[in-house]
């Protein structure tokens, strides 16, 4: 017990604090950024076209709780002088810039804060929209005065206090907007556990990729020595960008803007391109606001396409759930049955052995006996129990490899007082050995369910010997059957009517269920089918692909 | 001693059931299935029969029909882990004697069994 309670405690004080690994990584990625937001200076006259440090540290930021905010701030504080020291800039310049690329991060954040709980995300209008105001429109606009002001106040330069707030305020907001959504949708996509993509995901994303970035070349960083430019030119990476959004979503559009500007950015800084002009505060005025107008519509493109489609998910979901729940309602009268056969036994069973020990003390071996089956029987009450509320929680679809013959005895369980009360025999006729198949146990549950239920109600007019269910597993290549076999009068409309949504022959129905049951066996890879069968009944098959069996 | 044959399809419920009638002083028997009682109840008849409504192949129902067109009645005490509204009264009139819920209380099933007992064997044997 001691060295149990012991551990844990020398474990804590060995364990990194939860700050530190983001804190290096501030460290490290700030001053990345810096040189990168050097590098992308007009010259002669040094002019920012976008700077990045303030926004990857108001992203990280918003990905860490507000506790852990000053370490990272504090990490900043290396990258910033190591960048900036190597520039010849005074010290204190370096500080009081420090202090305004915190005030952008901070105040960004801060006002995030208030308006969304958590991080931001890139499925939601509404997130996105409020990340936008805060942290692409407000914290630079705000941090800008800030700074213009300390580089008045300290005297660095010769530029009016005006020009510093112009060419400054650009430069964050559209590092804001190409950095913040970047790092969030990233960060989002790693918790989430990057998806298996299928090689030709990745071909297509290379395809996308290395298209932008040629038609972004092409367009903005050639040689041009044409005063004029045919407008064609700027919306030359307008397809690929509606790819990114359309096929890729937030990720690939928050992906693709970034290499966009850099492109665009690497052309007008190397004095090619169409936005070259006479003054290096108009080039980079003019193409700051280009790349800022091409992004925002795309950005939020991408984002209404996702919430749609989280939606969708999630109505889906519910309707799932919803169908479900009242298919467990139908079943009350067949689980209390099955909760009342353990309870009876288990009544039964102490009152035995009250008897027992009134009459026979000394007889332990009986007592034991009894105690043991009503250990069983409470088990068996238990697993009903477990079974149901599996059934009734509503979650996030969860796929793992599952026996489909372990799938059938849990529905059969799950039915048997129902079938018990119906008076149906089910007879199971499951293969001794199959393959496994990937999936969502409750969803495949519920299909399964669903039919066995369905076949039940097609047998009520049956003559009771004739009211015979058959659960029938077997494995052909590469695929599993579960198949549910009735000999109710089977139907008579065409076969796909059935799964049509509101086609119901019962008179309590919703006519969801089939419907409902399709899409789930789809999602899965897999066909469910109806058949009528020749001899009477109807026949209901679900195909699923196999796993590959392990060795 | 008065002999009790009980038929469920539950095996748990069966021999909990027999213990605590044999605990109970009385002699049980106990079958899982209606025709496996009817073969047994040819060879020793029953005083007293704790019949399950529902099982798989012969139901409850089913059996008490068989013995009451074989002739045959035995005094039932019908039980059920599933009771609907008509059920009691399909059973009454099938000619059972007592219908109770599942779970069984024990005063309530060696009343119910004890009073079946008691009514004049013609009654039930027609």
Request: hydrophobic share 50%; with cysteine.
């Amino acid at each position: 017990m001691d060295a149990h309670t012991a551990t844990p405690g020398v474990a804590a004080a060995l364990r990194p604090p939860r700050w530190l690994l983001p804190a290096l990584a501030v460290a490290i990625g700030y001053y990345v950024a810096a040189r990168l937001g050097m590098a992308f200076t007009l010259h002669p006259h040094p002019i920012s076209t976008l700077w990045p440090p303030n926004a990857l540290l108001l992203a990280a930021l918003l990905l860490t709780a507000g506790r852990d905010w000053w370490w990272l701030l504090l990490a900043a504080l290396p990258g910033h002088i190591a960048a900036e020291l190597q520039s010849g800039v005074p010290t204190v310049m370096v500080l009081g810039w420090y202090a305004s690329n915190c005030s952008e991060a901070l105040i960004g954040a801060s006002l995030l804060r208030v308006f969304v709980r958590g991080v931001p995300r890139l499925d939601s209008l509404r997130d996105t929209g409020i990340l936008l105001l805060t942290a692409a429109l407000a914290a630079p606009v705000f941090s800008t005065f800030i700074d213009a002001a300390l580089v008045r106040l300290i005297g660095w330069g010769t530029s009016t206090y005006w020009d510093l707030v112009s060419t400054r305020l650009f430069s964050n907001a559209l590092a804001a907007l190409m950095v913040v959504p970047l790092i969030l949708a990233w960060a989002a996509w790693l918790a989430a556990g990057p998806a298996k993509m299928r090689g030709a995901r990745y071909a297509e994303a290379a395809a996308l990729f290395s298209g932008l970035l040629a038609v972004c070349l092409l367009a903005f960083a050639m040689p041009h020595s044409d005063a004029h430019t045919a407008p064609a030119v700027f919306y030359a990476p307008l397809p690929f960008l509606l790819w990114a959004a359309v096929r890729f979503g937030p990720l690939g559009v928050v992906s693709a803007l970034p290499a966009m500007a850099v492109a665009t950015i690497w052309g007008t800084v190397h004095g090619l391109g169409p936005f070259t002009t006479e003054t290096p505060q108009d080039t980079a005025r003019e193409m700051q606001l280009f790349l800022i107008t091409a992004s925002v519509p795309l950005l939020l493109l991408a984002v209404a396409l996702a919430e749609r489609s989280r939606i969708e998910r999630e109505s889906r979901s519910q309707l799932t759930h919803l169908s479900r729940v009242a298919m467990l309602g139908e079943l009350s009268g067949g689980i209390a049955h099955e909760l009342n056969q353990p309870l009876t036994a288990i009544l039964a069973n102490a009152q035995a052995a009250q008897h027992f020990l009134a009459n026979k003390p000394g007889e332990r071996a009986i007592l034991s006996e009894i105690l043991q089956d009503i250990i069983l029987a409470d088990k068996r009450a238990g697993d009903v129990i477990d079974r149901l509320r599996a059934m009734f929680k509503r979650g996030e679809t969860r796929t793992e490899a599952l026996d489909p013959n372990r799938l059938v005895r849990d529905v059969m369980s799950l039915a048997h007082g129902d079938m018990t009360t119906r008076g149906i025999e089910v007879v199971p006729r499951l293969a001794a050995s199959l393959p496994e198949i990937r999936g969502d146990r409750i969803q495949l549950q519920q299909v399964i369910l669903n039919l066995i239920v369905n076949a039940a109600d097609a047998m009520s007019m049956c003559a009771p010997n004739d009211r015979v269910l058959t659960v029938h597993t077997l494995a052909t290549k590469g695929r599993v059957h579960i198949n549910v076999i009735d000999r109710g009068p089977g139907f008579t409309v065409a076969s796909e009517i059935l799964f049509e949504a509101f086609y119901t022959t019962k008179p309590q129905g919703l006519g969801l269920g089939l419907s409902i049951s399709k899409s789930i066996v789809s999602a899965h890879g897999g066909r469910l089918r109806a058949v009528t069968r020749k001899g009477g009944g109807a026949a209901f098959l679900i195909t699923l692909p196999a796993l590959a069996r392990r060795p | 001693m008065p002999y009790v044959a009980i038929v469920d399809d539950e095996e748990p419920v069966r021999k909990a059931l027999k213990r605590l009638l044999r605990a109970s002083g009385l002699e049980a028997e106990s079958y899982a299935s209606g025709k496996h009682f009817l073969e047994a109840s040819a060879l020793r008849r029953p005083d007293c029969l704790v019949l399950d409504l529902h099982m798989p192949g012969m139901s409850g129902l089913q059996l008490m029909h068989e013995m009451r067109a074989a002739g045959a009645m035995v005094p039932t005490v019908v039980i059920t882990a599933y009771d609907e509204p008509a059920t009691r009264d399909q059973c009454l009139a099938a000619g059972a004697a007592a219908y109770l819920r599942k779970p069984l209380d024990e005063r309530l099933l060696l009343n119910a069994i004890s009073a079946t007992m008691k009514r004049t064997p013609k009654e039930n044997h027609q």
